[in-house]
């Protein structure tokens, strides 16, 4: 059974600081997904990676995909207080059991 | 499209009683899912429906819950005699695949019913 692990489970920073949070996989993703989750709402999707090693940019997120495709990485640079929320990574392979991690609950302060 | 809504947003009922939530999936969609997620957790994989086709339940899923899709569309979670270990957000979320679909599976979520028992 593939298990999730994300990291930090909780990150409370600054407005303008920068941060990193991760996921790694217990096995090979099938494709990772990232989500931020907003209090009282659904996960809405940041990003899919597929490539072992891909980098995407999102404005001021850039995420990694490992070269083995077992780990990622969301960094958000000059945080924001928007940028609030938790985030999700999660493999959705086509037919098999759908996960999510636990995730990373971010508050940025103004 | 008004993207994935889901019924009620909030309940509240006494341990026991039966409750049903609600998922209008994006029209074109021909999957929906199940989760259920706590507070602190990320969502857990209830089930997964393709069509009107039941095609997996997690063993999460105890024989008290019951979810049904009958037209393909619309899809029902119903819970029977619940339990407080019951109370958490139930997130139904939807896709699009098929033989012919490629890439990653991307899921669109609702909004959550939000269930608290007593």
């Known amino acids: 059974t593939q298990l999730l692990e994300q990291s930090p489970q909780f990150l409370s920073i600054q407005e303008g600081e920068n941060l990193t949070v991760y996921c790694n996989s217990s096995s090979v993703f099938s494709s990772l997904q990232w989500y931020r989750q907003e209090p009282g709402e659904g996960p809405v999707l940041l990003v899919t990676v597929v490539t072992g090693g891909e980098v995407k940019k999102l404005k001021r997120l850039t995420f990694q995909f490992g070269d083995a495709r077992k780990d990622s990485s969301l960094h958000i640079t000059a945080a924001q207080p928007g940028d609030t929320g938790l985030y999700l990574c999660a493999d959705l392979p086509y037919n098999n059991d759908m996960r999510f991690g636990a995730g990373t609950r971010l508050t940025v302060k103004p | 499209d008004t993207g994935v809504s889901q019924d009620p947003r909030h309940k509240i009922t006494k341990r026991g009683q039966n409750v049903t939530f609600r998922c209008d999936p994006i029209s074109e969609h021909n999957r929906l899912y199940w989760y259920r997620q706590t507070l602190g957790q990320g969502p857990e994989f209830l089930t997964y429906f393709q069509n009107e086709a039941q095609l997996e339940k997690s063993r999460l899923l105890s024989d008290r819950f019951s979810a049904e899709r009958p037209k393909g569309s619309f899809s029902t979670l119903e819970i029977q005699r619940t339990e407080q270990g019951d109370s958490a957000m139930y997130l139904c979320?939807?896709?699009?695949?098929?033989?012919?679909?490629?890439?990653?599976?991307?899921?669109?979520f609702g909004a959550g019913s939000r269930l608290t028992v007593l």
């Open positions: 979320a939807s896709s699009l695949r098929g033989p012919q679909t490629s890439g990653a599976n991307v899921l669109t």
